[in-house]
């Protein structure tokens, strides 16, 4: 079972910035794909980006397009999140995720999750 930790989440004002890590055990992001999720108060769990293992592919939702970049480092089995131009909409807690599986930003297709951290984007 892998490991996932996330870190970097806080209280930011709106057209403000954070960048989220995700630190997993092992040696696992050339062979995972890794994801970032997030769910809001009385909403469903929804993807956010995803990371692939084999060749570094991205791929993101619409509403954090071209404000939202993910990465990673494999030397250090971290992947991060860099969120941009923070809108109050963007308020959840952010899950990292793994699969072996297909590259999804389907929740149910990873089985391995952090245990969350809390982004909270307000004036």
């Known amino acids: 079972q892998v490991q996932l930790v996330e870190s970097g989440g806080g209280l930011v004002q709106p057209g403000g910035s954070l960048r989220l890590s995700c630190a997993a055990s092992?040696?696992?992001?050339?062979?995972?794909?890794l994801g970032w999720f997030r769910q809001a108060p009385g909403k469903r769990r929804e993807g956010v980006s995803t990371?692939?293992?084999?060749?570094?592919?991205?791929n993101y939702a619409d509403s954090v397009k071209g404000r939202f970049t993910i990465s990673r480092n494999v030397a250090k089995n971290t992947v991060y999140l860099q969120m941009n131009s923070l809108k109050p909409e963007d308020t959840a807690v952010y899950y990292c995720a793994a699969t072996r599986g297909t590259q999804s930003r389907d929740p149910s297709s990873y089985g391995d999750w952090g245990q969350g951290t809390q982004v909270t984007v307000s004036s």
């Open positions: 990371i692939s293992g084999s060749d570094g592919s991205t």
């Open positions: 092992g040696s696992i992001l050339d062979f995972y794909v």
